[in-house]
C-alpha cells in the first residue's frame, strides 16, 4: 500500500474504527517496506524528542516512519503550539499522525492534501436522531451492526441524562436530544437500556437466535416501535 498523501499525514475523525485502521495499515506498509518506526505519544512529547526523531536515523537504515498518536488531542500549552508548529515546518517528513476525534478545528493551517478525515455515514446519525426501523435499515446498509449498536449505546445513555436532567451538552445537540427523549419516559429509556445490555450480553455469550443486525431491528419494534 502505498502513502495516501505525500510526507506528513494527519488521520482524525469521529469514525474511530475506520481512521484507526488506516493509521495500523501505515504502520504494517512501514513495516514491509523495512522502515525504522518511530512511535511517539501525543500527550508527553517534548519538542527535544521530537527534534531528535527526526534528525537522527537509524543505525541499520535511514529510511524511517514516524507515528504520532493524540498531539491535537493533548491540553494546550505553549509546547504544544511549538511542536504543532513543527509538523507544519516538516510536511514533506514521513509522519502519520493520529488522532481519535474530529479535530478539524485545530489543523485548520495544514494544507488539505495532508488530512483524511473518517466520518460515519449521514444515515448512521439519522438512525441515532429518530430511532425507527427505516432509518435503521439504512444505516445497517452502509456502517456494519457493531458500530450501530456501539453508537445506540452511547445515545441511549444521553438521552437518560438529558431525561434526568443531568449531562452537560451543546445547545445544539441538547436540543436535538431533547426532542426525541420527549418521546419517552424515563422509565422507558431505562428499560430499553436495560434490554439492549441483554441483547449484547446474549450476542456475546452466543445465547441469541438472532444476528446483531436482526437483534437490533427486534429491540427497535420492543422499545420504539
Given at each position: 500500500?502505498?502513502?495516501?498523501?505525500?510526507?506528513?499525514?494527519?488521520?482524525?475523525?469521529?469514525?474511530?474504527?475506520?481512521?484507526?485502521?488506516?493509521?495500523?495499515?501505515?504502520?504494517?506498509?512501514?513495516?514491509?517496506?523495512?522502515?525504522?518506526?518511530?512511535?511517539?505519544?501525543?500527550?508527553?512529547?517534548?519538542?527535544?524528542?521530537?527534534?531528535?526523531?527526526?534528525?537522527?536515523?537509524?543505525?541499520?537504515?535511514?529510511?524511517?516512519?514516524?507515528?504520532?498518536?493524540?498531539?491535537?488531542?493533548?491540553?494546550?500549552?505553549?509546547?504544544?503550539?511549538?511542536?504543532?508548529?513543527?509538523?507544519?515546518?516538516?510536511?514533506?517528513?514521513?509522519?502519520?499522525?493520529?488522532?481519535?476525534?474530529?479535530?478539524?478545528?485545530?489543523?485548520?493551517?495544514?494544507?488539505?492534501?495532508h488530512i483524511r478525515k473518517f466520518e460515519y455515514p449521514k444515515y448512521v446519525f439519522r438512525f441515532l436522531d429518530t430511532l425507527n426501523l427505516p432509518a435503521l435499515h439504512r444505516a445497517l446498509e452502509v456502517s456494519p451492526p457493531e458500530l450501530v449498536f456501539s453508537?445506540?449505546?452511547?445515545?441511549?445513555?444521553?438521552?437518560?441524562?438529558?431525561?434526568?436532567?443531568?449531562?452537560?451538552?451543546?445547545?445544539?445537540?441538547?436540543?436535538?436530544?431533547?426532542?426525541?427523549?420527549?418521546?419517552?419516559?424515563?422509565?422507558?429509556?431505562?428499560?430499553?437500556?436495560?434490554?439492549?445490555?441483554?441483547?449484547?450480553?446474549?450476542?456475546?455469550?452466543?445465547?441469541?437466535?438472532?444476528?446483531?443486525?436482526?437483534?437490533?431491528?427486534?429491540?427497535?419494534?420492543?422499545?420504539?416501535?
Amino acid at each position: 500500500m502505498s502513502n495516501p498523501s505525500p510526507g506528513l499525514i494527519i488521520i482524525h475523525g469521529d469514525n474511530q474504527l475506520s481512521s484507526r485502521e488506516l493509521f495500523l495499515k501505515l504502520k504494517s506498509t512501514a513495516v514491509a517496506e523495512d522502515k525504522h518506526l518511530i512511535t511517539l505519544s501525543g500527550h508527553t512529547l517534548t519538542l527535544p524528542d521530537l527534534t531528535f526523531s527526526f534528525e537522527s536515523d537509524s543505525l541499520f537504515n535511514d529510511s524511517k516512519a514516524i507515528f504520532v498518536e493524540e498531539i491535537f488531542s493533548r491540553r494546550p500549552s505553549s509546547e504544544k503550539s511549538e511542536l504543532i508548529k513543527y509538523f507544519l515546518s516538516h510536511l514533506s517528513s514521513p509522519v502519520s499522525i493520529w488522532e481519535p476525534k474530529d479535530v478539524s478545528s485545530q489543523i485548520r493551517d495544514f494544507p488539505s492534501s495532508h488530512i483524511r478525515k473518517f466520518e460515519y455515514p449521514k444515515y448512521v446519525f439519522r438512525f441515532l436522531d429518530t430511532l425507527n426501523l427505516p432509518a435503521l435499515h439504512r444505516a445497517l446498509e452502509v456502517s456494519p451492526p457493531e458500530l450501530v449498536f456501539s453508537l445506540l449505546a452511547g445515545q441511549l445513555h444521553k438521552l437518560i441524562m438529558v431525561k434526568d436532567g443531568t449531562g452537560n451538552f451543546p445547545a445544539w445537540q441538547l436540543s436535538s436530544l431533547k426532542s426525541l427523549s420527549d418521546r419517552f419516559t424515563l422509565e422507558g429509556l431505562i428499560m430499553a437500556n436495560d434490554r439492549l445490555l441483554s441483547l449484547d450480553y446474549a450476542q456475546k455469550t452466543s445465547s441469541s437466535p438472532f444476528d446483531l443486525a436482526s437483534a437490533l431491528e427486534l429491540w427497535v419494534l420492543k422499545n420504539v416501535g
